[in-house]
């Protein structure tokens, strides 16, 4: 699913397969990465073209946080096919 900033709202669709439908802590963080990663994309969008300083320093602070978030969380490992 390709998400666009022009969006008004960004959904994130998880498709669960019968691995994710338990309560495993590494499908947790792999859907808690891929969030945060898309609203680091959002908001880096956002700031491309908002010219209101005051949404720009809201965006800019969004963005921080996002970005401190995905640093504490772990890194999800990839399944192996």
Known sequence: MLL???DPAVVISLYCDSNRMSNRMPGRELAMHRII???ID???????????EMKRA??????????????K??????KKA
Do not use: G, I
């Open 37 to 39: 990663q898309a609203n």
């Open 73 to 78: 969380l772990p890194r999800p490992e990839k």
């Open 58 to 71: 809201m965006e800019t602070r969004l963005l921080a946080e996002e970005e401190a978030k995905l640093k």
């Open 4 to 6: 666009r900033p022009s």
């Open 42 to 52: 959002r908001f880096r969008e956002l700031l491309k073209t908002e010219p209101d």
